[in-house]
């Protein structure tokens, strides 16, 4: 199976959404996403000016197996890419594509001269096993709030 990585295009919005979808819909998150829900996270975090995101195609069907998208932070001295959605389609799950994709993605923040990525998953998740597998920590050093409205 070959697959290529490359940023995302504008035209890549409906085939990345429906990957992101579906990924949240199965397990472990089990996610109520909507297409329409799903594009309008997408456009707001696209529509960022210092947004980046990638997607990652099975060569043969021409198909977006996994999306990675994201903004920059400007924080003093560090340029951090915090990652707002990163998702692997189930059926190419544990093969090696997300590390891959992981890799192409940080090679890109490289070029960009960031400093550092960042990314928010859930305690105990495969997600936070998948990150911390390839080079992420837990930051000791801040902790996520949040307040019902």
């Not at 199965?26 to 000016?49: D, H, V």
């Not at 997607?55 to 951090?80: F, R």
Request: some cysteine; overall charge negative; proline content about 2%.
């Amino acid at each position: 199976m070959e697959i290529k990585f490359r940023p995302i295009e504008i035209n890549d919005l409906d085939s990345a959404v429906d990957e992101m979808v579906l990924a949240f819909r199965s397990a472990p998150w089990n996610e109520r996403w909507t297409i329409e829900e799903g594009k309008q996270r997408f456009m707001a975090i696209l529509a960022n000016k210092f947004s980046y995101g990638y997607v990652a195609l099975d060569n043969e069907s021409n198909q977006i197996i996994a999306t990675c998208v994201g903004h920059l932070e400007y924080y003093l001295d560090k340029v951090i890419y915090w990652i707002d959605d990163f998702s692997v389609r189930t059926d190419y799950q544990d093969k090696g594509i997300g590390t891959g994709f992981l890799f192409y993605v940080k090679k890109e923040m490289k070029r960009l001269k960031v400093t550092e990525i960042r990314l928010m998953t859930l305690r105990d998740y495969p997600s936070e096993k998948f990150f911390k597998s390839n080079g992420f920590d837990s930051n000791r050093e801040s902790v996520q709030l949040k307040i019902t409205l």
